[in-house]
């Protein structure tokens, strides 16, 4: 979260104050919509993930607020439950060759722009900054559909 607020060009101590606000938010929502459900949550993870989506949702829509626009979704679902077998992830991340580990790693891992992205991994041409974010999502995709492929594949192992 700490990354989308810097991402969107906020002051890293604003980040970190609207941080804390955004974790007492979502903490908050999660214990109201939840809270009286009989075991709602699988386990330790599957709580925390719900609640970092939550305030991941509620600093989108403080963003939306403050340019004026508004939520399609007010309530959102509970989040998904994360995959119990990593091991099967990290073995099929394995496999794919260097170029695509690293523009999945540092694009969906660590969060870099398409901009960041297309300046670590394009070479220096004529195109335009739009044309090579387009370029650069497309490689991303196509490293994802392959890591996609080589996890169902390990999966089945």
């Known amino acids: 979260m700490f990354a989308l607020l810097t991402r969107w060009g906020m002051h890293v101590d604003t980040a970190a104050e609207l941080l804390g606000e955004a974790m007492q938010e ?13 075991r709602p949550f699988h386990d330790f993870t599957h709580f925390a993930n719900t609640v970092t989506k939550t305030a991941v949702n509620w600093l989108r829509d403080q963003r939306r607020q403050a340019r004026g626009l508004t939520s399609a979704f007010d309530e959102e679902p509970i989040a998904f439950v994360a ?4 091991d099967v992830v990290v073995r099929a991340l394995a496999q794919l060759e260097t170029s695509d580990r690293l523009l999945i ?6 969060g870099l722009s398409l901009d960041e992205l297309a300046e670590r991994f394009l070479t220096p041409d004529e195109r335009s900054a739009n ?15 392959r890591l996609r492929a080589l996890y169902a594949a390990t999966d089945t192992e």
């Not at 979502?26 to 009989?38: D, K």
């Not at 995959?83 to 990593?86: C, E, K, S, V």
Request: net charge positive; glycine share 8%; charged share 30%.
């Open 26 to 38: 979502a903490l908050t929502r999660v214990l109201g919509v939840y809270g009286s459900r009989p």
């Open 105 to 110: 790693t540092e694009g969906v891992i660590n």
């Open 83 to 86: 995959d119990p077998r990593p």
């Open 131 to 145: 044309a090579r974010r387009l370029c650069v999502r497309r490689r991303l995709h196509e490293a994802i559909a």
